[in-house]
Each structure stands twice: as C-alpha cells, then as structure tokens.
C-alpha cells in the first residue's frame, strides 16, 4: 500500500478548481418569462430568437425553458467594446 502526502494547500487549489469547473457544467434553466427578463428583450423578439435557431430550447408541456449559459453566450456574441 502506497502513502501520499499532499499539502493543504495543494486541496484548497483542487477544491477551487473543481468549484470552478462545477460553476462552468452546471446548467441553470430559465423559463420563457425569465429569459425575456435576463435578455431584456420582448415576447416577440424571443419567439424570434427560436424560430431563427438563435437560442437553444427544451419544452417541458406547455414550457419552455433555455440554458442560462446559451442566454449569456448570445449577450456575448453581441458585445462590443466601445475601446
């Protein structure tokens, strides 16, 4: 049987690492009323955004829910620096 030692701080990095990498695989799911509000965008500018394939969705019965990643990265691809 082999023994390891690993320094305390040595856990707290990993432990960071893997809080980091939960925060970037974890999926957020917002539904249709909540998107409009984060994108700050209209009902019809939405339906828009489906239809065109712009943003991923799933449907749940009656609801539709998007990642809140895919809702970020859209901001993202609009983004301009003003610099």
Aim: net charge positive; hydrophobic share 35%.
């Amino acid at each position: 049987m082999d023994f390891a030692l690993i320094k305390t701080d040595d856990i707290e990095a990993l432990k960071n690492e893997l809080k980091a990498l939960h925060n970037t695989t974890s999926h957020e799911w917002l539904d249709n009323e909540e998107a409009i509000k984060f994108l700050k965008i209209s009902k019809r500018t939405m339906f828009r955004y489906r239809r065109s394939g712009k943003l991923a969705f799933s449907i749940n019965g009656r609801k539709i829910y998007f990642k809140k990643s895919d809702l970020s990265e859209l901001l993202e691809n609009y983004y301009k620096n003003s610099g």
